[in-house]
């Protein structure tokens, strides 16, 4: 059981290209999340999805996209890089709000 | 709408002492609440959550947290900590209705276990 993966961990992107990150989890998980991680602000809601297909808005989702085509995976994408989206960005998954969300290590990415 | 307050951002504290860090939550309807704790350079994984019943919640490593519903708060606290305590602890809301289960994070309180 590797729980939940993110590729790649580490990530330098020039101002205006693109990427996706890749959240995958093995635990046949319902609901999953990116996060983004930056000092003093805790951890901010960027997309999340309630099942497979389904993707929506959290609390900070402009310059991002996602998608949920298949129920373990959950892609996060940066169509045009922006400095301000230099950060750490995570994913998790859970079963339910009453079960605990289970978060990957996290992609550290730097814009310049 | 949903917030959480974490009233310290750093404490600093000497091996073997007891400690507390200070969360307060602001929700409309009733919640679940969760401790994280978050080592250097990794993910976040669950300490402790409340959901119902006993106000009072264990959780790994020795830690424990109360819950106040009528202060709104949910502190965490250990009675004897150790150097590998050292992390950022983050407490986390979610309400039962109509949120899909979406966390909300208060900003975080390092804890720092001096020798």
């Known amino acids: 059981n590797a729980g939940v993966t993110q590729t790649p961990k580490f990530r330098v992107l020039k101002t205006g290209q693109s990427m996706t990150l890749l959240c995958a989890q093995d635990?046949?998980?319902?609901?999953m999340y990116w996060y983004r991680q930056d000092p003093g602000m805790g951890l901010r809601l960027i997309h999340y999805s309630v099942g497979e297909g389904t993707t929506a808005k959290g609390e900070v989702p402009d310059g991002y996209n996602v998608s949920r085509l298949k129920k373990q995976n959950f892609l996060l994408g940066l169509e045009s890089a922006a400095p301000s989206q230099t950060s750490v960005y995570f994913c998790?998954?859970?079963?339910?709000?009453?079960?605990?969300?289970?978060f990957g290590p996290g992609t550290r990415l730097t814009v310049t | 709408a949903q917030s959480v307050t974490q009233l310290d951002s750093q404490v600093p504290v000497f091996e073997e002492a007891p400690v507390e860090l200070r969360c307060n939550y602001s929700?409309?309807?009733?919640?679940?609440l969760f401790w994280y704790v978050q080592y250097p350079n990794q993910g976040l994984q669950l300490l402790l959550k409340y959901l119902s019943g006993s106000t009072l919640v264990k959780g790994i490593n020795g830690f424990e947290a109360e819950f106040n519903k009528s202060q709104t708060s949910f502190h965490l606290r250990k009675p004897s900590v150790h150097i590998s305590d050292t992390a950022e602890y983050f407490c986390a809301v979610t309400s039962l209705r109509g949120s899909n289960y979406k966390l909300t994070f208060g900003k975080g309180t390092l804890l720092t276990v001096n020798p």
């Open positions: 635990m046949n998980h319902e609901y």
């Open positions: 998790a998954s859970t079963k339910s709000g009453i079960n605990e969300q289970y």
């Open positions: 929700s409309s309807v009733s919640v679940y």
